[in-house]
Structure formats: C-alpha cells, structure tokens
C-alpha cells in the first residue's frame, strides 16, 4: 500500500482539528432563529405519528420504509443546523420517498416480498401517481391533490440533489469548496422546503388508513399534528374523513 505523503497528512490534521470549531460556531449562529426548534418540534409529531399510528395500521416490514423516512427528517435537520443545505435538502427527498414507499407497500405485501429479493423496483414517479389511485387516498381529489403537491416538492429538491441549480451549489465560483454556510436565509428556505414536505407525507400517511384517526380517537396525536398540518390541509381531512386537527 503506497505511503501517503507527509503534506496531506498534515492538512488532514489541520483541518480535523478546524472542523468541530466551525461546526459549532455554525450551530450557534443558526440556532437564533426559533425554525430550528419548530423543524424539531415535527420531527417530534412524526415519531408521534410513526408510534401511535403507523406501528397500529402497517405491517412491520411497510412501518420500516416510515422508519427511515423518520430518520431522514432528523438527518436533514442535523444537516440544516450546521449549514449543509444541499444534504439537507437531499435527505428530504428521501423522506418523500421513503414515506411514498410505506403507504404503497403497506397495501403490496407481495410486492414488499419481491423487493427484499431484489427482483421488484418501484420508481419515485410511480408511488406519486399511486396517491391518485389508492382508494382512500383519492377521496380528497379535488379539493386537495397530493400528487400535485408531491410533484412540485420532489421537482425542487431533486434539482438540490442533482445541483441543477446555481442556487443548490455549495461551492464557490473561484472553485472553492464549502460544507457548510451558516446563513439565515437559507435557513428559511429549507424550513419553508421542510415544511411543505412534511404537511403532505402526513396526510397522506393518515389518508391510507383514515379509520384509525377518524372521530375523537388518538386525541393526543391529534393535537401534535396540529403543528404539522397546514389550514387547507386539516380542512380536507374533515371534509373526506371527519379528522378534527384542532389549532
């Protein structure tokens, strides 16, 4: 194995030595705004959806994929907190994904079955359109398409992911490279992303099994998903599926 040279060990040092100082000053800056505290407090209300809900209406291998979903939301968050917005915005893409994924194999076992051996793959496309089809689902069209909303999200973050846009870069212009950038604005830009994201994998979570939510049942989860759940939102969960989300 050839020898790395002496000059390369020393900028490896210099900068392990450097990183949790920027990091943690990068933390402090961010951690002034209160979105922070709110992107954490929904992370909170999807653990409290993934324990009170999800583990009652999924089977154990579909509750996984909102397992990882779950994860992904608090990876974005970490990412979010020291300035790494293209990862953050990444990781949120595959919490869409990972939260399309439960709701279409909790009603595919077989297909669940396949894709353990590798020999069924579903495409991020598909499980979009699959809300316009699953039967519960599509209750709410017209008055609220999540499929529309879905789209519009995974488009966004998609171009963070494959940096298809000047604004998702984190290099700089004179080559420079740049994990982190403790900027406010662009701390308001990924709440608003995460946000948005959040709102309708939670509906769409609720809206495959509605009858575990419906009337005053699970008034606890109710009440955190308050804080998830946009207006237009828990207007279309009364109307389909007489799902109160109080403010």
């Not at 994201?197 to 809206?207: E, H, Y």
């Not at 007489?242 to 403010?247: R, V």
Request: hydrophobic share 35%.
């Amino acid at each position: 194995m050839p020898k790395i040279k002496q000059d390369i060990i020393n900028n490896y040092n210099s900068f392990s030595s450097a990183l949790p100082g920027k990091l943690k000053d990068n933390i402090h800056t961010l951690t002034q705004s209160d979105l922070l505290l709110k992107s954490y407090n929904r992370i909170s209300c999807f653990n409290s959806l993934k324990r009170d809900f999800v583990e009652i209406s999924y089977s154990r291998e579909a509750k996984r994929f909102f397992d990882e979903a779950h994860n992904d939301l608090l990876v974005s968050h970490i990412q979010a907190s020291i300035g790494s917005w293209r990862s953050a915005l990444q990781s949120l893409r595959s919490f869409i994904e990972n939260v399309a994924s439960s709701v279409y194999f909790k009603d595919h076992p077989i297909e669940l079955i396949n894709w353990h051996s590798d020999s069924f793959r579903i495409s991020p496309r598909e499980l979009r359109e699959y809300t316009h089809v699953h039967p519960n689902i599509k209750k709410l069209l017209p008055d609220y398409d999540p499929k529309v909303i879905l789209d519009s999200e995974y488009s966004t973050l998609s171009k963070a992911v494959h940096s298809s846009n000047n604004l998702f870069r984190m290099s700089i212009d004179d080559g420079s490279t740049l994990i982190a950038n403790p900027d406010l604005a662009e701390l308001g830009k990924w709440h608003t992303r995460q946000s948005k994201a959040c709102d309708v994998c939670a509906v769409i979570t609720i809206a495959s099994s509605p009858e575990y939510l419906d009337g005053a049942k699970l008034p606890a989860l109710r009440s955190a998903l308050n804080f998830v759940l946009g207006k237009k939102s828990k207007i279309a969960l009364k109307k389909h599926y007489s799902i109160s989300i109080h403010d």
